[in-house]
Nanobody
């Protein structure tokens, strides 16, 4: 089991930046992939980006070129640097990790992009 805690959300103006963090504890060595998702009311949870065990990164088309996912193994923490934010990026951002036994989720952090 892996426990995840997100932080770094907040209110930002369009065009601004935020950096989210996802700190993991527990069975860290079992993690195969780290993921960011986002959720808005009335919509399906949307995959944003992920970084797999070898460091390869993948992005949804809607965020590619604006968001950057990274991982600090020494801190057991994943990050999402979000630049050029748009109002449509407003959502609760959740991190998750995939292990051999399943997927673990954090509670999420709210990101609001508004002037």
């Amino acid at each position: 089991q892996v426990r995840l805690v997100e932080s770094g959300g907040g209110l930002v103006q369009p065009g601004g930046s935020l950096k989210l963090s996802c700190a993991a504890s527990g069975s860290i060595n079992d993690i195969n992939a780290w993921n960011w998702y986002r959720q808005t009311p009335g919509k399906q949870r949307e995959w944003v980006a992920n970084i797999i065990y070898d460091g390869t990164t993948y992005y949804a088309g809607s965020v590619k070129g604006r968001f950057r996912i990274s991982r600090d193994n020494s801190k057991n923490t994943m990050y999402l640097q979000m630049n050029s934010l748009k109002p449509e990026d407003t959502a609760v951002y959740l991190c998750s990790v995939d292990t051999d036994t399943g997927r673990n989720w954090g509670q999420g952090t709210q990101v609001t992009v508004s002037s």
